[in-house]
């Protein structure tokens, strides 16, 4: 998991970016239409506020990053669920959600971020969530992928993920990786097509999910292009921005909503 910073995540709590609204004109979904479809849950919308949630601080490896519970905990109330941050951090905090009763668990350390249901003792990890959500969103703001060729940056935990998720959705994948091997690797899991040339591969493709810290020169972007990138950090320049039809990104809320809502699926 890409360790976030503090600056990062610090308009989450209040939606400083107002991230409904931005997705709506994007894909045509809010974050909970997003999350919900990443679910398999073919419904317009759920009542979601029988499920409590406990977000535990974890103070492990590097420790707390400041803001992520509050982050976290406010994703999920946009969601509709009960949600509060425990007062204890780390195992206590854990035994203090069981205690309580709660339906879900999510909890981040250095290396992890899951949410865990304790009704059907199953979880969904941040790599799922975040390729999950991001595919389906670029699959919304796309007219759909079926047939269609789509470049995935990245090769790591959430790349991968991308890569299977994409394919199961009829896209002709291509992945590229700034360690080749890791890409061939996909290409002969997955049966999709490995790239070595990143610039070359971005500037032939007009659907990107990008899942890897990444600087996008304007030049190599196709006009109209639709980018869906939870890679972090990220940069794109003028040019570039005024030639993609859609920049779909936001530090947190996307991945960890997918997480709840799939996670809480295993109860329903």
Same mark, same amino acid.
């Given at each position: 998991m890409t360790?976030l910073?503090?600056?990062?995540i ?6 400083v970016?107002?991230?409904d609204?931005?997705?709506?004109m994007m894909?045509?979904?809010t974050v909970?239409g997003?999350?919900?479809e990443a ?6 919308d ?5 499920f409590?949630?406990?977000v ?7 420790g707390?990053i400041?803001?992520f519970?509050?982050s976290v905990d406010?994703?999920v109330?946009r969601?509709g669920m009960?949600?509060h ?6 195992? =206590? *905090? $854990?035994?203090?959600?069981? @205690?309580?009763?709660?339906d879900l668990? %999510?909890m /981040?350390?250095d290396?992890?971020f ?6 059907a003792n ?7 969530g975040t390729?999950m959500g991001y ?6 703001a796309a007219?759909g992928l079926e047939?269609k060729?789509?470049l995935v940056i990245g =090769? *790591? $935990?959430?790349?991968?993920? @991308?890569?299977r998720?994409l394919k199961? %959705?009829? /896209?002709?994948v291509?992945v ?6 890791k890409?061939?690797v ?6 999709v ?6 610039n070359?591969?971005?500037?032939k493709h007009?659907?990107?999910?990008n899942a890897a810290?990444a600087?996008?020169p304007?030049?190599l972007?196709?006009e109209? @292009?639709?980018i ?5 950090p ?5 040019e570039?921005r ?6 779909i990104?936001?530090p ?9 809502v799939?996670s809480?699926k295993?109860?329903?």
């Amino acid at each position: 998991m890409t360790r976030l910073t503090p600056d990062l995540i610090e308009g989450v709590p209040d939606d400083v970016l107002d991230l409904d609204s931005r997705l709506m004109m994007m894909t045509g979904k809010t974050v909970k239409g997003i999350a919900l479809e990443a679910a398999g849950l073919d419904v317009e919308d759920m009542d979601l506020s029988g499920f409590r949630v406990a977000v535990v601080p974890i103070t492990s490896g590097l420790g707390v990053i400041s803001g992520f519970s509050a982050s976290v905990d406010a994703i999920v109330r946009r969601l509709g669920m009960d949600s509060h941050v425990t007062s204890g951090t780390d195992v =206590a *905090g $854990f035994a203090e959600g069981v @205690a309580e009763g709660v339906d879900l668990i %999510m909890m /981040a350390d250095d290396h992890k971020f899951i949410a865990y249901n304790t009704r059907a003792n199953k979880q969904t990890d941040n790599s799922f969530g975040t390729a999950m959500g991001y595919a389906v969103a670029l699959k919304n703001a796309a007219g759909g992928l079926e047939g269609k060729d789509v470049l995935v940056i990245g =090769a *790591g $935990f959430v790349g991968s993920e @991308a890569v299977r998720i994409l394919k199961d %959705m009829g /896209a002709n994948v291509s992945v590229t990786d700034i360690l080749f091997e890791k890409a061939v690797v996909l290409q002969e899991r997955y049966g999709v097509n490995a790239v070595e040339d990143v610039n070359d591969a971005i500037s032939k493709h007009g659907l990107i999910l990008n899942a890897a810290p990444a600087i996008f020169p304007g030049s190599l972007i196709q006009e109209g @292009a639709i980018i869906s990138t939870p890679g972090v950090p990220h940069y794109f320049d003028e040019e570039g921005r005024a030639k993609a039809k859609a920049i779909i990104h936001d530090p947190l809320e996307i991945g960890a909503a997918v997480m709840a809502v799939n996670s809480a699926k295993y109860s329903l």
